[in-house]
């Protein structure tokens, strides 16, 4: 009876990684689609690829936490009890990419695993406490940190990076040696290369990011119901290739092309900002939301670049009121030299209305909050029940 229960156990962890690949890919490839820089595909394999990287080294903590922590026993997880959970995970992220917007996996996961924890009286509030407090401080941080670049800090950036398109080809094979070379291609400029170097680098630092957090939402309960790591780590990066490589492209249109247009400096700060506190909070076995980091990240951005309006002392002071606005990121074209700290007019600041969609903006706030609210109320009203009557 064991075997054909394991069977469908991996079978639905396999739909959650698939789910995963579908709602991850957006975020971290999103900019550099919209960009044009490279293609949905390409996208894709890098995702699988940097993904599976992520997962084999630093996701190994995380799902540790996940599996064997979080719950005080972890026999709880049985195989039957494991389906469930990872019924619920797939489900709720299967609605939010059905409606291409990326939701929180973490969250996701983490709120289903609780749902069972609180039903059978075996969650760990301390873990779980320890959690709930780094998703409070992390965006915190994300937060801060871009203010501080984005006053002091994002000029200079924004004049490094102006990535433009040229006709034909970014890269094309040298194949007039023994052994073809990659090379630009005929109309690229140095800039050009350089740039969508950089920005594609990012992006698969993202993916890396992702791997080290969200593995563990997809084999977290069949690694505590002894199922064995490495197989499991194998076969849910595989499901996230898949989802990368054919659902993903719903989160990619609304990310890089539907949600905003968001400058692609801004674009790159946000990556940097919040993959770098994802990797390090899953090397303490944290697992972390990238979707809220990278939106408070997005926040503060444009409140520092807003603030450059007006300098310290005059803030202090009471002599200049500053209008906050994730607009602010709009201020200067990539490429273009920006005034120094107060001889910035308000005005010349652009209103937020300029970068994001109100209409999927609210679809994408609404999705990203309801989605892990399907997962925990719903595992936590089926183990009650199951327990209770059945189990």
Not at 280 to 295: D, H, K, N
Not at 366 to 390: C, E, H, I
């Amino acid at each position: 009876m064991a075997d054909p229960l394991i069977v469908v156990g991996l079978l639905v962890a396999l739909f959650v990684g698939f789910n995963i690949g579908g709602s991850t890919t957006g975020p971290a490839f999103g900019p550099a689609v919209g960009a044009g820089v490279i293609s949905k595909l390409l996208a894709g394999a890098l995702m699988s690829v940097f993904f599976f990287g992520g997962a084999w080294t630093i996701g190994r903590r995380v799902v540790d936490t996940l599996g064997r922590e979080l719950l005080f026993d972890a026999g709880v997880f049985t195989i039957e009890t494991s389906i469930v959970v990872l019924f619920f995970i797939g489900g709720a992220l299967f609605v939010g990419n059905y409606t291409g917007v990326p939701a929180s996996t973490s969250m996701t996961a983490v709120g289903a695993i609780a749902g069972l924890g609180v039903a059978t009286g075996e969650l760990n509030w301390a873990v779980m406490g320890e959690i709930a407090v780094w998703w409070i401080v992390a965006p915190l941080v994300g937060f801060w940190v871009s203010v501080m670049i984005g006053r002091y800090i994002y000029p200079t950036i924004n004049r490094w990076v102006a990535i433009t398109t040229s006709d034909g080809s970014l890269i094309q094979l040298d194949q007039s040696g023994a052994v073809p070379v990659p090379r630009p291609g005929p109309n690229t400029t140095r800039r050009e290369f350089v740039g969508t170097i950089v920005l594609v680098s990012i992006s698969c630092l993202m993916a890396f990011s992702s791997g080290t957090s969200n593995i563990a939402n997809a084999i977290a309960p069949l690694y505590g119901a002894g199922v064995e790591l490495n197989l499991l780590l194998l076969l849910g990066s595989g499901a996230v290739a898949l989802g990368a490589l054919t659902i993903a492209r719903r989160t990619l249109d609304t990310l890089g092309n539907n949600l905003t247009d968001l400058p692609l400096t801004a674009a790159i700060v946000v990556a940097l900002v919040s993959s770098g506190i994802v990797i390090g909070l899953s090397a303490i076995g944290i697992p972390a939301s990238f979707v809220i980091i990278a939106t408070m990240s997005i926040v503060g951005l444009g409140w520092g670049r807003a603030t450059r309006t007006t300098t310290l002392s005059d803030s202090i002071r009471g002599e200049e009121e500053t209008t906050v606005s994730v607009g602010a990121l709009a201020a200067e074209e990539p490429g273009e030299e920006a005034p120094t700290l107060g001889e910035e007019s308000p005005a010349d600041i652009p209103s937020a209305a300029d970068l994001f969609d109100p209409t999927t903006t609210g679809r994408v706030i609404l999705m990203q909050n309801l989605v892990p609210v399907l997962s925990t109320g719903g595992a936590y009203l089926t183990f009650w029940l199951l327990f209770r009557f059945v189990w």
